[in-house]
Protein backbone atom coordinates (compact mmCIF):
# COMPACT_ATOMS: atom_id res chain seq x y z
CA UNK A 1 0.00 0.00 0.00
CA UNK A 2 1.01 3.37 -0.10
CA UNK A 3 3.72 5.07 2.15
CA UNK A 4 4.63 8.63 3.44
CA UNK A 5 7.03 8.69 5.01
CA UNK A 6 7.70 12.24 7.37
CA UNK A 7 10.74 13.35 8.82
CA UNK A 8 11.61 14.29 11.74
CA UNK A 9 9.28 12.63 13.89
CA UNK A 10 10.67 14.87 17.51
CA UNK A 11 12.56 17.92 17.02
CA UNK A 12 13.37 20.68 19.82
CA UNK A 13 14.31 24.06 18.48
CA UNK A 14 15.14 26.82 20.30
CA UNK A 15 13.13 30.34 19.60
CA UNK A 16 13.94 32.01 16.62
CA UNK A 17 15.28 29.66 14.43
CA UNK A 18 13.94 27.75 11.77
CA UNK A 19 12.93 24.06 11.65
CA UNK A 20 12.69 22.10 8.36
CA UNK A 21 9.73 18.85 8.26
CA UNK A 22 10.05 16.87 5.53
CA UNK A 23 6.89 14.87 3.91
CA UNK A 24 7.76 11.66 1.10
CA UNK A 25 5.40 9.76 -0.65
CA UNK A 26 7.33 6.95 -1.08
CA UNK A 27 5.99 4.07 -3.69
CA UNK A 28 3.27 6.54 -5.10
CA UNK A 29 2.97 10.10 -6.50
CA UNK A 30 1.60 12.67 -5.37
CA UNK A 31 0.33 16.00 -6.78
CA UNK A 32 -1.26 17.54 -3.95
CA UNK A 33 0.19 17.12 -0.46
CA UNK A 34 -1.61 18.43 2.89
CA UNK A 35 -0.43 19.64 5.93
CA UNK A 36 -2.11 19.62 9.31
CA UNK A 37 -1.26 20.89 13.05
CA UNK A 38 -2.90 19.21 15.78
CA UNK A 39 -2.95 20.63 19.48
CA UNK A 40 -2.57 18.53 22.43
CA UNK A 41 -6.25 17.13 22.52
CA UNK A 42 -7.54 18.44 19.77
CA UNK A 43 -8.38 17.64 15.69
CA UNK A 44 -6.29 18.13 13.13
CA UNK A 45 -6.76 21.21 11.70
CA UNK A 46 -5.81 21.48 7.96
CA UNK A 47 -3.12 24.96 7.47
CA UNK A 48 -1.88 24.66 3.45
CA UNK A 49 -2.70 22.37 0.38
CA UNK A 50 0.17 22.40 -2.03
CA UNK A 51 0.01 21.20 -5.50
CA UNK A 52 3.37 19.91 -7.00
CA UNK A 53 5.18 22.92 -9.02
CA UNK A 54 2.88 25.60 -7.76
CA UNK A 55 2.14 28.08 -4.39
CA UNK A 56 0.72 26.62 -1.45
CA UNK A 57 -3.10 27.69 -0.58
CA UNK A 58 -3.04 28.68 3.15
CA UNK A 59 -6.11 28.44 5.44
CA UNK A 60 -7.44 31.56 6.82
CA UNK A 61 -5.49 32.23 10.10
CA UNK A 62 -2.07 30.62 9.08
CA UNK A 63 0.77 33.01 7.71
CA UNK A 64 2.52 31.94 4.99
CA UNK A 65 5.61 33.95 5.36
CA UNK A 66 6.16 31.59 8.96
CA UNK A 67 5.13 28.41 7.30
CA UNK A 68 6.65 28.16 4.29
CA UNK A 69 5.74 25.21 2.29
CA UNK A 70 8.06 23.44 -0.76
CA UNK A 71 6.55 21.06 -3.50
CA UNK A 72 8.92 20.69 -5.81
CA UNK A 73 8.75 17.27 -6.64
CA UNK A 74 5.49 14.43 -6.85
CA UNK A 75 6.95 12.93 -4.21
CA UNK A 76 8.58 15.56 -1.73
CA UNK A 77 6.93 18.05 -0.28
CA UNK A 78 8.70 20.63 2.87
CA UNK A 79 6.83 22.53 5.88
CA UNK A 80 9.90 25.35 7.58
CA UNK A 81 8.53 26.70 10.40
CA UNK A 82 10.81 30.29 10.38
CA UNK A 83 11.44 32.25 13.53
CA UNK A 84 9.79 29.21 15.42
CA UNK A 85 7.91 30.43 19.31
CA UNK A 86 6.93 28.01 21.97
CA UNK A 87 3.31 29.07 20.78
CA UNK A 88 4.42 27.25 17.27
CA UNK A 89 4.82 23.84 19.02
CA UNK A 90 2.22 20.84 18.19
CA UNK A 91 2.17 18.19 16.05
CA UNK A 92 2.32 18.51 12.48
CA UNK A 93 1.07 15.79 10.25
CA UNK A 94 1.75 15.78 6.35
CA UNK A 95 -0.94 14.32 4.20
CA UNK A 96 -0.65 13.12 0.34
CA UNK A 97 -3.29 11.84 -2.13
CA UNK A 98 -2.60 9.48 -4.53
CA UNK A 99 -4.34 7.36 -6.83
CA UNK A 100 -5.61 5.43 -3.62
CA UNK A 101 -7.08 8.25 -1.87
CA UNK A 102 -5.42 9.94 1.07
CA UNK A 103 -1.95 8.86 3.00
CA UNK A 104 -1.15 10.33 5.92
CA UNK A 105 2.28 10.67 7.62
CA UNK A 106 3.37 9.64 10.89
CA UNK A 107 3.77 12.75 12.46
CA UNK A 108 6.18 15.52 13.91
CA UNK A 109 6.30 16.62 17.50
CA UNK A 110 7.67 19.97 17.11
CA UNK A 111 8.94 21.50 21.14
CA UNK A 112 10.18 25.13 20.70
CA UNK A 113 12.11 26.35 23.54
CA UNK B 1 -18.14 23.36 1.89
CA UNK B 2 -17.81 20.12 3.73
CA UNK B 3 -17.77 19.59 7.14
CA UNK B 4 -18.47 16.88 9.97
CA UNK B 5 -19.51 16.75 13.25
CA UNK B 6 -18.27 14.45 16.29
CA UNK B 7 -21.06 14.09 19.28
CA UNK B 8 -19.77 13.30 22.51
CA UNK B 9 -15.60 14.35 23.05
CA UNK B 10 -15.11 11.44 24.92
CA UNK B 11 -16.75 8.40 25.40
CA UNK B 12 -16.41 5.53 27.74
CA UNK B 13 -17.42 1.64 27.74
CA UNK B 14 -16.72 -1.40 29.50
CA UNK B 15 -14.54 -4.10 28.06
CA UNK B 16 -17.01 -6.33 25.98
CA UNK B 17 -19.56 -3.58 25.69
CA UNK B 18 -20.62 -2.01 22.08
CA UNK B 19 -19.18 0.72 21.31
CA UNK B 20 -21.29 3.41 18.80
CA UNK B 21 -19.38 6.93 18.17
CA UNK B 22 -21.16 9.59 16.43
CA UNK B 23 -20.37 11.39 13.16
CA UNK B 24 -22.91 14.10 11.15
CA UNK B 25 -21.94 15.35 8.02
CA UNK B 26 -22.75 17.98 6.04
CA UNK B 27 -21.69 18.33 2.11
CA UNK B 28 -23.21 19.65 -0.83
CA UNK B 29 -22.70 17.13 -2.89
CA UNK B 30 -22.20 13.42 -1.95
CA UNK B 31 -19.40 13.05 0.56
CA UNK B 32 -16.62 10.27 0.83
CA UNK B 33 -16.53 9.80 4.77
CA UNK B 34 -13.74 8.50 6.49
CA UNK B 35 -12.81 7.18 10.26
CA UNK B 36 -9.68 7.39 11.62
CA UNK B 37 -7.78 5.80 15.07
CA UNK B 38 -4.78 7.84 16.51
CA UNK B 39 -3.15 6.43 19.78
CA UNK B 40 -0.80 8.82 21.94
CA UNK B 41 1.91 10.70 19.87
CA UNK B 42 1.09 8.82 16.83
CA UNK B 43 -0.06 9.40 13.19
CA UNK B 44 -3.48 8.09 11.89
CA UNK B 45 -4.68 4.98 11.14
CA UNK B 46 -7.56 4.47 8.89
CA UNK B 47 -10.21 2.26 10.11
CA UNK B 48 -12.75 2.71 7.60
CA UNK B 49 -14.10 4.87 4.30
CA UNK B 50 -17.00 4.98 2.44
CA UNK B 51 -16.95 6.42 -1.44
CA UNK B 52 -19.78 4.91 -3.46
CA UNK B 53 -21.84 1.84 -3.02
CA UNK B 54 -22.80 -0.12 -0.19
CA UNK B 55 -23.75 1.89 2.49
CA UNK B 56 -22.49 -0.17 5.35
CA UNK B 57 -18.71 -0.47 5.69
CA UNK B 58 -16.42 -2.91 7.24
CA UNK B 59 -13.11 -1.70 8.27
CA UNK B 60 -10.52 -3.21 10.77
CA UNK B 61 -10.28 -4.26 14.02
CA UNK B 62 -13.96 -5.45 13.56
CA UNK B 63 -15.59 -1.48 13.21
CA UNK B 64 -17.84 -1.21 11.16
CA UNK B 65 -19.94 2.14 10.08
CA UNK B 66 -22.97 2.77 8.42
CA UNK B 67 -23.46 5.75 5.65
CA UNK B 68 -27.20 7.12 6.04
CA UNK B 69 -27.71 9.68 3.61
CA UNK B 70 -31.71 10.25 4.85
CA UNK B 71 -30.07 11.27 8.51
CA UNK B 72 -26.46 12.76 7.52
CA UNK B 73 -24.23 10.51 9.36
CA UNK B 74 -21.89 8.05 9.44
CA UNK B 75 -21.65 6.61 12.83
CA UNK B 76 -18.89 4.19 13.76
CA UNK B 77 -19.99 1.11 15.42
CA UNK B 78 -17.77 -2.59 17.58
CA UNK B 79 -19.74 -5.00 19.05
CA UNK B 80 -17.47 -5.40 21.36
CA UNK B 81 -14.85 -3.43 23.19
CA UNK B 82 -11.42 -4.23 23.62
CA UNK B 83 -9.06 -2.47 25.73
CA UNK B 84 -6.55 -1.98 23.08
CA UNK B 85 -9.28 -0.04 20.78
CA UNK B 86 -8.72 3.06 24.01
CA UNK B 87 -7.85 5.81 21.48
CA UNK B 88 -8.97 9.03 19.90
CA UNK B 89 -11.17 8.36 17.05
CA UNK B 90 -11.69 11.00 14.03
CA UNK B 91 -14.59 11.16 11.56
CA UNK B 92 -13.28 12.92 8.21
CA UNK B 93 -14.76 14.28 4.92
CA UNK B 94 -13.79 15.05 1.49
CA UNK B 95 -14.14 17.21 -1.34
CA UNK B 96 -11.35 19.10 -2.43
CA UNK B 97 -9.28 18.32 0.78
CA UNK B 98 -10.09 16.50 4.17
CA UNK B 99 -11.52 18.28 6.77
CA UNK B 100 -11.96 16.18 10.29
CA UNK B 101 -14.11 16.26 13.02
CA UNK B 102 -13.29 17.33 16.43
CA UNK B 103 -12.56 13.87 17.93
CA UNK B 104 -14.14 11.43 20.58
CA UNK B 105 -11.70 9.69 23.01
CA UNK B 106 -12.91 6.72 24.12
CA UNK B 107 -12.45 5.21 27.02
CA UNK B 108 -12.45 0.97 27.96
CA UNK B 109 -12.96 0.09 31.69
CA UNK B 110 -11.98 -3.12 32.85
Known amino acids: GAVVSQHPSRVICKSGTSVKIECRSL??????MFWYRQFPKQSLMLMAT?????????EQGVEKDKFLINHASLTLSTLTVTSAHPEDSSFYIC?????????FGSGTRLTVV | AQSVTQLGSHVSVSEGALVLLRCNYS??????LFWYVQYPNQGLQLLLK??????LVKGINGFEAEFKKSETSFHLTKPSAHMSDAAEYFC????????FGAGTRLTVKP
Open chain 1, 50 to 58: SNEGSKATY
Open chain 2, 50 to 55: YTTGAT
Open chain 2, 27 to 32: SSVPPY
Open chain 1, 27 to 32: DFQATT
Open chain 2, 92 to 99: AVTLNDMR
Open chain 1, 95 to 103: SARGVEGYT
